[in-house]
């Protein structure tokens, strides 16, 4: 079974960084297209950015510009490094593949942002 693991989320002032990692482990992951989602409190889960296998990215509304996704093969790794962090980024964040999504989501990690 393929599970999906996330982690580097944390705690951070406005203006901050973080570095999001998520680790697929099972199943063929190169020639996946990967993608960070986030689900802030009460709201519905977004998209926030994806990548293909072919390293094309693409970003999706405040993550223009702030956060790039990037990917690891040999790691099966996906990562989400997010600058200029803003309070509106709190939420949980997770991984998955967007156009073929696993069956089984992995827990995310939290980003909180304060002012």
């Known amino acids: 079974q393929v599970q999906l693991a996330e982690s580097g989320g944390g705690l951070v002032q406005a203006g901050g960084s973080l570095r999001l990692s998520c680790t697929v482990s099972?199943?063929?992951?190169?020639?996946?297209?990967m993608a960070w989602y986030r689900q802030p409190p009460g709201k519905q889960r977004e998209l926030v950015a994806s990548?293909?296998?072919?390293?094309?990215?693409k970003y999706v509304g405040s993550a223009k510009g702030r956060f790039t996704i990037s990917r690891d093969n040999d790691k099966k790794t996906v990562y989400l490094q997010m600058n200029s962090l803003l309070p509106e980024d709190t939420a949980l964040y997770l991984c998955n593949d967007p156009m073929d999504p696993y069956d089984h989501w992995g827990q995310g990690t939290q980003v909180t942002v304060s002012s």
């Open positions: 099972g199943g063929i992951f190169s020639t996946r297209a």
């Open positions: 990548i293909v296998s072919d390293g094309r990215t």
